[in-house]
C-alpha cells in the first residue's frame, strides 16, 4: 500500500499545469454558454400587442390587443391565441354600432427545408370568434347582436431563407365556417341561424434588419373574406331570408428595438389599421386606425 502511495505518474508541476489548464478551459466554455442577461428557449415564439384605436366617431376611448405563445422546432410548431378588436360603424338607419370582435384559436405549422433556404409552409388553423355589436340609436328601439363564428382554415404558402435580413412569406387558405346568431331589441328577439359555408383567407409578412441586432421593422397583412346566408326567426314575422359578404383586413407595421431586448423578449411599438366591409344585407364598412405597444421574442 505505502508503494502505491509513493508512486505517482503526475509530477507536481505537470499535474498544476493541467489542473490551470482544466479549470481555465472549464471557466471559459460557462462564460461562453451563460449570456449577459437571460434569454428565452431557443424555440419559445410570443407576439403581442397592446394598442387604442381611433373611433370615427365620438365614443370614449378604448383598448385593443393580441397576445400569441408558442414553441417551435426545425420543421414544425404549436401556437395558441387571443385577440380583442373594436370597431364602430353606422347600420342602414345611419345609426351608430360598436362592434367587439374577441377571438380565440390555436394552430399547428410545418415547414420544409432549412433557415437558410426557401421553404414551403403547411399550415392549419381553428378558431372561435365572437361579434358583440349595440347600437346607440336616437329611435325608441334598441338593437343589440351577438355573432359565434367557429371557422377552420387550411394554408399553403412560401416563405424566404429566415438567415437574410429581408425575408417574406406569404399564406392562402381556405376552410369551413359555421355561425349561430342572435339579436334582441326593445320590441321583440329572435333567434338566427346561418348556413354552412367557407372562408378565404390570404396572409403577408416582411421583416427587414435595418441594423443587425439593433433595430427591426416588420409588417404584416391578414385578409379574410366570407359570405353568410341567414335565416332569422323572429316572433312577430316569421322567417326572414338574407346573404352578406364580409372582407376583414387586418394590417400592422411595426418597429422593433433589438437593443433594447430584456428578459429574452423585443420591445417595440406598432402602427396599423383594420378595414371591415360588409355587401348585401346589412351594408356597412369601417376603418379604424390603431397603435400602441408590441412585444416579440427575437428574430
Known sequence: MAKLLLRNPWPDRTRSVALACASAAFGALVSA?????????????????????????????????????????????????????????????????????????????????????????????????????????????????????????????????????????????????????????????????YDESFTYRLRGDLRYRVVPDKVVVRARTDISYYSLSRSVYTAGEGVINSSQHGVDALNRAYLDVVAWSFIGLVPGIFAGVDVFVRSGSGAKSSVVPIGGLALTTPF
Do not use: C, M
Not at 399547428?108 to 372561435?128: D, M, Q
Not at 424566404?160 to 334582441?184: K, M, N, R, W, Y
Open 33 to 193: 454558454s451563460t449570456p449577459a442577461q437571460a434569454q428565452t428557449p431557443p424555440g419559445l415564439l410570443f407576439q403581442g400587442e397592446l394598442g387604442v384605436p381611433k373611433f370615427k366617431s365620438e365614443a370614449g376611448p378604448s383598448v385593443a390587443g393580441s397576445a400569441k405563445l408558442g414553441y417551435g422546432w426545425s420543421h414544425f410548431g404549436l401556437d395558441g391565441y387571443a385577440s380583442h378588436l373594436v370597431e364602430d360603424t353606422d347600420d342602414d338607419n345611419g345609426d351608430l354600432v360598436e362592434v367587439l370582435r374577441t377571438s380565440f384559436g390555436a394552430s399547428a405549422w410545418y415547414a420544409s427545408g432549412s433557415a437558410s433556404t426557401w421553404r414551403f409552409e403547411a399550415r392549419a388553423e381553428g378558431y372561435a370568434l365572437f361579434y358583440s355589436s349595440s347600437s346607440f340609436s336616437t329611435a325608441p328601439t334598441a338593437v343589440d347582436q351577438l355573432s359565434e363564428f367557429t371557422r377552420f382554415t387550411l394554408f399553403g404558402g412560401l416563405r424566404s431563407p429566415q438567415e437574410s435580413d429581408l425575408t417574406v412569406g406569404i399564406l392562402a387558405g381556405l376552410g369551413p365556417q359555421f355561425e349561430s346568431h342572435s339579436s334582441h331589441t326593445t320590441e321583440q328577439s329572435g333567434q338566427s341561424t
